[in-house]
């Protein structure tokens, strides 16, 4: 099978990245190729890697060295300690591995944790994350965040906003948009046929009746009715407090949440070292570990790459699902 390798950006060099990219090499060996786009000098000192000058060239590198493509950095990288004049190079890196993918050089995009903060301060950065930048690179409005372990699929309606927001931010134009995404996704994606989906209540037992909230009667209940009038499997609004459990979840293939921690709580509470992040609606697979630079034990030799490794074999499958549905 003809299978560019895929492309993983180097993300903050601050933080847990180089390590958990070369350590998940080590692991996955030729399992799923990859290759990661950063400067080879921000890497663990000794670390085993081979730079290659294009994409395809990853797939003859020895199983036990990592193919690095290289992208230059003005400054070192100092663990935990991020600098702000690397910071255009961390946004490049995202835009000439989105570049690679959509040309067809790498299989898929895998990304590692970027710190918002660090892009914002040395960069003016002027995306909330990785999700909406990569939407406005790939020109395409409509994105989701699905976090995913063996245990859980979630996505959250509303993403990176305060939690004061999300009442005026949850629309039922918003609603709609992501159920559609979702349901597109667990079909063409992840190759379930009918797929069933709990949908969260925003307020405390799902608003119980009125008296807790009047979102679940006024914007959640009328855009579930719609969408099952076309023939989607959705139950809900359901309390959040009683959705993640093990029977519960036995009762749907996912689960849509209305704001950032409802979702993100449970997945991480269940899989804490194995979830992770797909962007939802970009023309390429985007695939994420699920937790952040980790600044504080960022080269001591702690990082897990449990996650980055899930990230990898997921989006290999999913980028080849795509393929043989374009054949």
């Known amino acids: 099978m003809d299978e560019p390798p895929l492309a993983l950006s180097c993300g903050e060099p601050a933080g847990i990245g180089p390590e958990i990219a070369v ?3 080590r692991i996955l060996g030729a399992e799923c190729p990859f290759f990661l786009i950063g400067d080879p000098a921000h890497l663990p000192r000794g670390a085993a890697i081979h730079e290659i000058a294009a994409p395809r060239e990853a797939l003859s590198v020895p199983a036990h060295l990592l193919p690095v493509l290289p992208h230059g950095f003005p400054a070192p990288a100092v663990p935990a300690h991020p600098d702000p004049r690397n910071a255009p190079a961390v946004i490049e890196v995202i835009a000439r591995a989105v570049g690679l993918v959509r040309e067809g050089e790498a299989g898929a995009l895998v990304t590692a944790p970027i710190s918002k903060q ?3 301060s040395g ?6 994350g990785h999700t909406e930048y990569l939407a406005a690179l790939a020109g395409v409005e409509d994105v989701a965040m699905l976090l995913a372990c063996a245990a859980l699929r979630v996505v959250p309606t509303t993403i990176h906003i305060p939690l004061s927001e999300v009442p005026a931010q949850l629309t039922p ?6 159920i559609r995404l979702v349901h597109h996704a667990m079909i063409a994606d992840f190759g379930i046929a009918a797929p069933r989906i709990a949908v969260a209540g925003l307020n405390p037992h799902a608003g119980e009746g009125g008296t807790l909230g009047r979102e679940e009667a006024e914007v959640i209940a009328p855009v579930l009715e719609a969408l099952r009038s076309e023939g989607m499997l959705l139950s809900g609004p359901l309390p959040a407090d009683t959705m993640f459990h093990d029977a519960a979840r036995a009762r749907y293939d996912v689960a849509v949440a209305m704001y950032h921690d409802q979702a993100l709580i449970p997945i991480k509470t269940l899989d804490f070292s194995g979830g992770v992040n797909v962007t939802l609606g970009l023309p390429f697979v985007r695939t994420s570990p699920d937790h952040g630079t980790a600044f504080d034990i960022a080269g001591r030799g702690m990082a897990d790459p449990t996650s980055l490794v899930a990230a990898l074999r997921l989006a290999r499958d999913l980028a080849r699902r795509r393929r043989e549905a374009r054949r």
């Open 23 to 25: 350590a998940a090499r």
């Open 118 to 120: 660090a892009l914002q």
């Open 123 to 128: 960069a003016g950065f002027a995306f909330p």
């Open 173 to 178: 134009d918003l609603l709609r948009r992501t």
